[in-house]
């Protein structure tokens, strides 16, 4: 990796009387881009301006027409897409990569479709029904697809979801209900996604999407917890939540040390030293407690490292 | 091409190449590589080492205002020279990541601390930025470390801006700052093997001062108008909007003859009239847009030089400042649609006359 090679020809270069001329060499050799890189690249570059430029201009040439076109008009336009973009995802001439990413294209297209119907009939819909709607209509596309990427779309809109309906319907939930929620919801997705990755053979998991809903997991379970401890009373239903968190991050924990995996462990601790920080400002008082903070990152946190360092070290001697 | 390339090797090319006069220093060689080799890590551990550098030194910052530190600016003086002593000694002393964050973010707190406590005892912006590239030169004197270094550059950088504004800030002014940092930019980058082989000591600071660079030079080209707000309008000015964009273009035509040198040895004069005049052409409309020739400096300069990370700035500042050009021309929706889709069937056009041309030369 040309990293690799810079560093090397930069750490050789201080210790030795290398000239410049055969530095120079040695970087447009190893480091710099060369013939069939500079091809690439410009074709890459000239290619995608060419077609933003052009998709841009046909855009705003109807952003500017809108207002006069019929309600027919728009809504058979966007229909029209969808019905081109689902045909080229059936024509087994197209690559793979092609059909997945133009069947993203059309999912986000049913998203448009419904905002357009929304705003020419005033349907007066709250925002989340129309996530909602949206989401249901893509499920198929998003479990036939194979394609992460458009997986993590749904995610997306199935999280919005739940975010509008706790803002606009359910507002007298407890501020902390919609994050539980929400860190269930993640959990059952990474559960999912974890099985599918272990059991079923045709799908590949790539290892980003399994990270991103961990980190979303984590981050709603966070978030709960801290809201969860600054409310001025508790429900019962409280310790549910402290069970089945408490279970998740020791299963993540467990995983994270049988599968040498050292992602899960990172953000259970990055989690946990948060919950534990805001702990202690919650029971302190004003003056110690931010030392109290202070003492017990600074030590958790090199602590951990040191940790998770030595973990690390032990699994690649093995 | 760009294979890699292992130490042992490249000791015996560099010997060969020099024919003799090639001396090395093995075992500080060999001492530097264990060290890397032992600092090599994770990126989700790296990352929660700079997490746990800031929040404690924060939670340490708050416990410092509860104290009542901020009545008294010499206190706040005194701890903000201690905090950045504290960091270059740690930077110094410890090569571990988890320190690392901690001088990070105890330089920065006393930097914002120094520069607190000198404005409310009454000194001129213009001296406390100048106290402040004292201080970046005296930190770039001690410490070797990337992150440290590069904010000594940013700060450099920025308190220089900082300077031009407060004493003399007019839109010549900084046009003529743009100016100088694009030379520098392009004179830093593009002699890379030159400055290295020049002074060894100091190479661990090319990349910092490389990615400071870019960094600044965004910036400014993005937002350095902005600072406008802050400058004296009676002062006259000479308008000189068109300087910027003519030497960033005069940038990119060499930057375009090292990159076609690469693929023709030689060109005949219709070529270099072609490719030359083709490129003045394109460039024509950023003539007083300096921020749309600039960012795509910073991307072919990147890719030149194979530096990732100032790729992708340099990409979403190109992307950014066409959305910006578009957005602030004056003209109808409708024309701007057309010139839009004029614009991007040309591209198309360059982009199937440039795959036919290297198909047809393959072929050959």
């Given at each position: 990796m040309t990293n690799n090679n810079r560093d090397t020809i930069y750490r050789v270069n201080e210790h030795s009387s290398v000239s410049e001329k055969t530095l120079n060499s040695a970087l447009t050799d190893y480091v710099y881009a060369g013939k069939k890189e500079w091809s690439w690249f410009i074709k890459l570059l000239v290619l995608s301006l060419g077609a933003c430029f052009t998709v841009a201009g046909i855009l705003f040439f109807f952003a500017y027409n809108w207002t006069e076109l019929h309600k027919f008009a728009k809504l058979g336009l966007i229909q029209g897409l969808l019905i081109c973009a689902i045909s080229i995802t059936l024509?087994?001439?197209?690559?793979k990569t092609i059909k997945s990413i133009v069947l993203a294209a059309a999912s986000m297209l049913v998203g448009v479709l419904f905002a357009v119907f929304g705003q020419i009939?005033?349907?007066?819909?709250?925002?989340y029904d129309f996530f909602l709607g949206w989401s249901i209509f893509i499920f198929l596309w998003v479990l036939i697809s194979n394609f992460p990427p458009l997986w993590l779309i749904f995610v997306v809109l199935v999280e919005t979801t739940v975010h509008l309906y706790a803002e606009?319907?359910?507002?007298?939930?407890?501020?902390?209900t919609p994050f539980i929620i929400l860190f269930c919801l993640n959990v059952l997705f990474l559960a999912t996604t974890i099985y599918v990755k272990s059991r079923i053979k045709g799908i590949h998991v790539p290892i980003w999407f399994v990270n991103t809903l961990s980190i979303l997991a984590a981050i709603y379970g966070t978030a709960g917890a801290i809201s969860e401890l600054f409310q001025y009373h508790h429900d019962d239903r409280v310790y549910i939540f402290v069970y089945i968190a408490l279970v998740v991050y020791g299963l993540g924990v467990y995983f994270g040390l049988r599968k040498k995996n050292i992602f899960y462990l990172v953000v259970i601790a990055f989690s946990s030293i948060i919950i534990i920080s805001a702990i202690i400002i919650r029971a302190g008082?004003?003056?110690?407690m931010f030392f109290g903070v202070f003492i017990f990152s600074a030590l958790s946190v090199t602590g951990v490292i040191k940790g998770l360092l030595t973990l690390q070290k032990k699994w690649s001697n093995e | 091409m760009n294979k890699d390339i292992s130490t042992e090797e490249l000791i015996h090319q560099f010997s060969v190449a020099e024919d003799g006069s090639f001396t090395l220093r093995e075992d500080a060689l060999k001492d530097e590589i264990t060290e890397q080799a032992e600092n090599k890590t994770s990126i989700a551990i790296t990352i929660l080492s700079i997490f746990g550098g800031v929040f404690s030194t924060g939670a340490f910052l708050a416990f410092l205002f509860i104290t009542g530190i901020y009545e008294s600016e010499e206190a706040i003086l005194v701890s903000g020279i201690g905090l950045i002593g504290a960091s270059l000694w740690l930077n110094k002393a410890f090569n571990k990541i988890s320190i690392d964050a901690i001088g990070v973010t105890a330089y920065l707190i006393g930097l914002v601390m120094i520069g607190f406590s000198f404005a409310e005892m009454g000194l001129l912006p213009f001296h406390v930025f100048m106290i402040f590239i004292v201080l970046a030169f005296v930190s770039l004197a001690i410490i070797r470390t990337f992150v440290l270094s590069l904010l000594s550059f940013l700060l450099i950088f920025g308190s220089s801006f900082g300077m031009v504004i407060e004493n003399a800030g007019t839109f010549t002014t900084i046009n003529i700052y743009m100016v100088v940092l694009v030379l520098l930019f392009a004179g830093v980058s593009l002699n890379e093997s030159t400055i290295l082989a020049h002074a060894k000591k100091l190479s661990k600071l090319y990349q910092p001062l490389y990615l400071a660079l870019v960094v600044s030079l965004t910036s400014l080209l993005l937002?350095?108008?902005?600072?406008?707000?802050?400058?004296?309008?009676e002062a006259s000015t000479v308008d000189v909007s068109w300087l910027p964009s003519i030497i960033i273009s005069m940038a990119i035509l060499y930057v375009t003859f090292k990159i076609t040198s690469i693929f023709f040895v030689e060109l005949s004069q219709l070529q270099q009239i072609f490719i030359y005049g083709g490129t003045i052409l394109i460039l024509a409309p950023t003539l007083f847009a300096p921020s749309l020739s600039g960012t795509l400096l910073i991307v072919l300069i990147s890719y030149y030089v194979n530096n990732k990370v100032s790729l992708v700035i340099g990409l979403l500042a190109f992307i950014y400042s066409i959305f910006q050009f578009y957005y602030y021309l004056g003209y109808t929706l409708l024309f701007k649609s057309i010139l839009l889709f004029v614009t991007g069937i040309l591209f198309l056009l360059v982009y199937f006359v440039f795959t036919f041309k290297s198909t047809s030369n393959e072929k050959i």
């Open positions: 024509i087994p001439s197209f690559s009939y005033q349907t007066g819909a709250n925002a606009q319907v359910a507002y007298y939930w407890e501020e902390q008082g004003d003056f110690e | 937002v350095g108008f902005t600072a406008i707000n802050y400058v004296d309008y």
